[in-house]
């Protein structure tokens, strides 16, 4: 096992992201349940999207308290990749190792579609040169509107740290424009060491050619790029 993919109760896209790393990129990875401690020989965790703990009180607001999350902030502050996606943000939020936080919908609607999104150049691997000008991701969430305030968003934007935007005009249909009413339509941002991931799409749910589209795979490959050029990291001590 190379990649640990964290189960919540509530967890629902555990499985997907099981499949997706494992049998389509082609890395061992395992599902780590949330008492659980992160096992040693982890390189890459990924924070799966669902509905953590039913999403009482608000999203990831209990997950960020479960026992597993001490091993998580180890790892990566030793410079472990991570990836939360969907809820797995808003949890990364929520335990303060991302900025911002992932509130209400300004539509008051849960908003499930295949997304127009436009990549930024964050890092080498998050890129327009890497990804495209324009991928499509599913979007499943009632509470995806990123919030951040305005001297904490210039220092964001300011870094490079955005890496994708909610794209193209609403005029052309559902999945174009801001669906949530994210700030400066902010889809996923990573945090300033480069090494913690989060955005509210599902690359997992695009992998396959019966999918929608495979915009996913180079997704989960730019984050899995450390593994894949096999460059392991430290790890954390269970």
């Not at 993919?5 to 997907?16: R, Y």
């Not at 050619?209 to 450390?226: C, E, K, M, N, Q």
Request: hydrophobic share 40%.
């Amino acid at each position: 096992m190379r990649v640990a993919i964290i189960q919540f109760p509530g967890s629902n896209c555990d499985w997907d992201a099981w499949h997706a790393i494992n049998d389509v990129i082609g890395l061992p990875s395992e599902r780590v349940w949330h008492k659980s401690a992160l096992p040693v020989e982890t390189e890459a965790v990924i924070v799966p999207g669902g509905f953590s703990f039913g999403d009482y009180l608000r999203c990831g607001a209990i997950a960020r308290f479960s026992p597993i999350m001490e091993d998580l902030k180890s790892f990566s502050k030793k410079g472990g990749p991570v990836f939360g996606i969907c809820n797995g943000f808003q949890i990364l939020c929520e335990a303060g190792l991302l900025p911002g936080a992932l509130v209400r919908n300004n539509c008051i609607e849960f908003r499930c579609v295949n997304q127009c999104l436009a990549p930024e150049d964050s890092t080498e691997n998050f890129s327009k040169a890497n990804l495209g000008e324009q991928i499509y991701l599913p979007i499943a969430h009632g509470e995806g509107n990123y919030r951040l305030d305005a001297d904490d968003l210039s220092e964001l934007e300011a870094n490079g740290q955005v890496l994708l935007r909610y794209d193209g005009d609403p005029a052309d249909g559902p999945g174009h424009g801001n669906p949530n009413g994210s700030v400066n339509d902010i889809a996923g941002v990573r945090n300033a060491a480069g090494n913690v991931f989060g955005m509210m799409p599902h690359p997992e749910r695009v992998v396959e050619t019966f999918h929608p589209g495979l915009d996913g795979i180079g997704v989960l490959r730019a984050f899995l790029s450390p593994l894949l050029e096999e460059e392991p990291v430290e790890m954390v001590s269970a």
